[in-house]
């Protein structure tokens, strides 16, 4: 199974295929800084659940937000999650002052 995470930047989401066929989905907008990336919904369809498609998603967005040295709102309650579950892409969080 080949999973490929790319930014899609024209419809502002990250979107994950495995096999060549789109699984799933991140929505993101950059704040007017643009270097902040707000994560707002993330979704992964039904046939691709449970095969840790999600978390691929959120490793692949996060590294390219990480390589391309921004920073992250995790409004989206999955990415979220997943960055409280490793705490190695923590510091994308951007903290409330």
Known sequence: MTKLVKDDRERNRYE???D???AGFAEYHLR???RTVVFTHTEIFP???GQGVGGALARGALDDVRAGG???V????FIKGWIDKHPDYQD?????A
Request: charged share 20%; net charge positive; proline share 12%.
């Open 47 to 49: 046939e691709f659940g």
């Open 74 to 77: 995790p409004l989206c309650p």
């Open 20 to 22: 060549g066929a789109l």
């Open 92 to 96: 994308l969080v951007v903290r409330p």
């Open 70 to 72: 921004r920073t992250v």
């Open 32 to 34: 007017k800084d643009g």
């Open 16 to 18: 994950i295929t495995v």
